[in-house]
């Protein structure tokens, strides 16, 4: 899994695959209607399974200080 | 009963036999049967039925309780069951939480093996631009099972 890739080539990254039928209560406080959904450091949220240079792109953003 | 199928076997058979190095698999439950949560045991059983058909001695799975063994929570960092961490040459903070069924299942098997091979497989650009990162970054992906 993408995420999971991007976890393993940083020490900084930790990446969860979480069944959002499980946890009703995280899907909801993330307000989850369509997977995937990816949700980087509470702020960036990335819906869809997107390539993996978008996701890289929208992980840098944390760099900004948007995070 | 067996949760995979025949078919499903030899498929994890196959997909795990690119597998290098030793792999661990975290799995946190409740060890009472009792109170085991909704999907801990089939969880659990999902796990030891997958590292049952890798090449012998590649694939280990240990069962934690997430109430009794607190510091392996701790370690692990684990805040929900049932959960999955897939443990390598280090922790690199892959984590499965609920079963990984359906969808998820074909993403467990692929990352048994990236991880036994210890490289993330990222294009060259994507490993240049992860190194810039010097911060916390959590990533939590949600996912249903179709």
Redo the contacts between chains.
């Keep these: 899994m993408l995420a999971h890739r991007l976890a393993m080539e940083s020490d900084w990254i930790r990446a969860d695959m979480i069944e959002a039928t499980e946890f009703p209560q995280l899907a909801n406080k993330y307000e989850v209607f369509g997977v995937p959904l990816t949700v980087i450091n509470e702020m960036i949220r990335v819906e869809g399974a997107v390539p993996e240079p978008m996701l890289v792109n929208e992980l840098l953003k944390v760099l900004d200080g948007q995070t | 009963m067996p949760l995979l199928s025949n078919k499903i076997q030899a498929d994890v058979r196959k997909a795990l036999e690119g597998m290098t190095a030793p792999v661990k698999l975290i799995v946190f439950t409740q060890a009472a049967q009792a109170l085991e949560c909704?999907?801990c045991g089939e969880t659990r059983a999902l796990v030891e039925e997958v590292a049952a058909l890798a090449p012998a001695g590649k694939l280990t799975v240990e069962v934690k309780d997430f109430v009794a063994d607190t510091a392996a929570v701790e370690v692990y960092?684990v805040d929900?069951i049932?959960a999955i961490a897939?443990v390598g040459a280090k922790d690199?903070?892959?984590?499965?939480?609920?079963?990984?069924?359906g969808y998820?299942f074909s993403?467990l098997m692929?990352?048994i093996v990236?991880?036994s091979k210890g490289?993330?497989?990222?294009?060259p650009?994507?490993?240049a631009?992860?190194?810039?990162?010097?911060?916390?970054?959590?990533?939590?992906?949600?996912?249903?099972?179709t």
């Design positions: 909704e999907m960092k929900k049932p897939i690199y903070g892959i984590r499965f939480y609920g079963i990984p069924a998820e993403s692929d990352d990236t991880v490289e993330s497989g990222l294009a650009a994507s490993q631009a992860v190194a810039r990162i010097s911060q916390p970054v959590h990533i939590q992906v949600f996912s249903t099972p």
